[in-house]
T-cell receptor
Framework: EAQVTQNPRYLITVTGKKLTVTCSQN?????MSWYRQDPGLGLRQIYY???????DKGDVPEGYKVSRKEKRNFPLILESPSPNQTSLYFC???????????????FGPGTRLTVL | AQSVTQLDSQVPVFEEAPVELRCNYS??????LFWYVQYPNQGLQLLLK??????LVKGINGFEAEFNKSQTSFHLRKPSVHISDTAEYFC???????????????FGTGTKLQVIP
């Protein structure tokens, strides 16, 4: 089944404790992206990757890191999480490496992160 | 720069009634427009998209949207809603500059559709 998977689905952590949220897609998509969803703010893009070893900042990159060492995986790293990073996070992928211009994005199920 | 405005944060509607969810955008380039739906505790999935051609776009689950360039709108409609349509709906825009490069996708803040039995 074609899908985007994220792990973990739920995570409660404390301020400053490094964490990684994994994202994997099995559709051979070039483009992958991370979003955070907050009430009243919709989805805001954190980072995106147009293909392997190419990543770029989205609208809200502060406090996050990413890497794209292989096509299928795009982990999101919080080196020192803070309470304002408490949010619902989505990973997405699309076929086109041209910046998701016309292609449908396929979303993972989300990771709900709470930072105490 | 581009932006998307969904003025209605919540829309209650009775079952079997028609519904329109509004989306307005601004962009300085040729636009591509999307509607995504998020069911409770799930990720987003595509309802429909406008890339070019006919301004009336039909999507899944009986939804359709009309691209209106002069009004910079892309409103989503359904003639008769069902309980299962209760979800949050997001409008999104991206575009292509004259130079050929794509702009990143920008999402609206979402509209929660609540279908009342």
């Amino acid at each position: 089944e074609a899908q985007v998977t994220q792990n973990p689905r739920y995570l409660i952590t404390v301020t400053g404790k490094k964490l990684t949220v994994t994202c994997s897609q099995n559709m051979n998509h070039e483009y992958m992206s991370w979003y955070r969803q907050d009430p009243g703010l919709g989805l805001r893009q954190i980072y995106y990757s147009m293909n392997v070893e190419v990543t770029d900042k989205g609208d809200v990159p502060e406090g996050y890191k990413v890497s794209r060492k292989e096509k299928r995986n795009f982990p999101l790293i919080l080196e020192s999480p803070s309470p304002n990073q408490t949010s619902l996070y989505f990973c997405a992928s699309s076929l086109d490496g041209g910046g998701a211009g016309t292609d449908t994005q396929y979303f993972g199920p989300g990771t709900r992160l709470t930072v105490l | 720069a581009q932006s998307v405005t969904q003025l209605d944060s919540q829309v209650p509607v009775f079952e079997e009634a028609p519904v329109e969810l509004r989306c307005n955008y601004s962009s300085s380039v040729s636009v591509y427009l999307f509607w995504y739906v998020q069911y409770p505790n799930q990720g987003l999935q595509l309802l429909l998209k406008y890339l070019s051609g006919s301004t009336l776009v039909k999507g899944i689950n009986g939804f359709e949207a009309e691209f209106n360039k002069s009004q910079t709108s892309f409103h989503l409609r359904k003639p008769s809603v069902h309980i299962s349509d209760t979800a949050e709906y997001f409008c999104a825009v991206t575009g292509r500059a004259l130079s050929g490069g794509y702009q990143k996708v920008t999402f609206g803040t979402g509209t929660k559709l609540q279908v009342i039995p």
